[in-house]
């Protein structure tokens, strides 16, 4: 588990496994990491559109560079990884670094996860069909009712995206190229290479697009339908017990309440 926040790095996300490991932060990637504030509080003042995230995509792209060369640059966590000889390795596609490691740990399967409902780069590298006439691109404004303007712009969109995760990855992989040497795989072998890829789309609620069967939607997964497990605890029991009804807001990990504008409370 490489950590990049050092606030975040007791948060594993997990209750069974024992056995993490954490690999520290990067000295270079740490001293970014001091302006988090900055850098997050932009999320809540860019405009919702790739050329907004494009603007944050500079100090994300060196960020995951330095953590990455942190891992890949251990040799005796690579050994003990390759000791442990895992079955299959998991890997969110916001950085290609993981799949990378399962190379050189010689993990012989991987699976690939989104934590949003549709990644263009991810779903171009396993061969699905790209169609901005009609779907809407990761980071789109538009709905599945366009007119040409929208779908001119979902195209425009749809590029601009690709290549903001193309850059990331780019810079990732030119670490792992430096050490292993120029024939290296490329990002778009090893996202292909994956055995499934796990989005988090639920296709009751999400625009309907081809997919290939590898594609798996897990949107609502973590939600259990047993009552007995559902129950609230004594704290938030009484704070919802306040009032006729509550509206829950949760902003995800990335857009964090702590750095919202004043104006916006």
Known sequence: MPIMDEEQKDKIGVKLTKNVIKA???????????????????????????????????????????????????????????????????????????????????IPASIATVSVVYKDIASAAIGEPINPSFVPGAYSNAGDHMNFVDRVKNAVELVLGRKLFANIFESEMSAFKEKFGQNFEGYNELIAKASYVMTNSNPYLDYPRPMLHKTVCIGGIAVSVDSKKNKLSEEWDAILNERSSTVLVSFGTMAKAVYMPDKYM
């Open 24 to 106: 520290s932060p990067d000295p270079r990637a740490a001293e970014i990491m001091k302006y988090k504030a900055e850098l997050l509080g932009k999320v809540w003042t860019i405009q919702p559109t790739v050329s907004g995230m494009m603007e944050m995509a500079g100090n994300m792209t060196t960020v995951f560079r330095y953590q990455c060369e942190r891992v890949l640059n251990d040799d005796l966590l690579m050994k003990k990884l390759q000791d442990e000889k895992f079955d299959v390795g998991f890997a969110e596609v916001i950085s290609i670094c993981g799949f990378g490691i399962f190379e050189v740990a010689k």
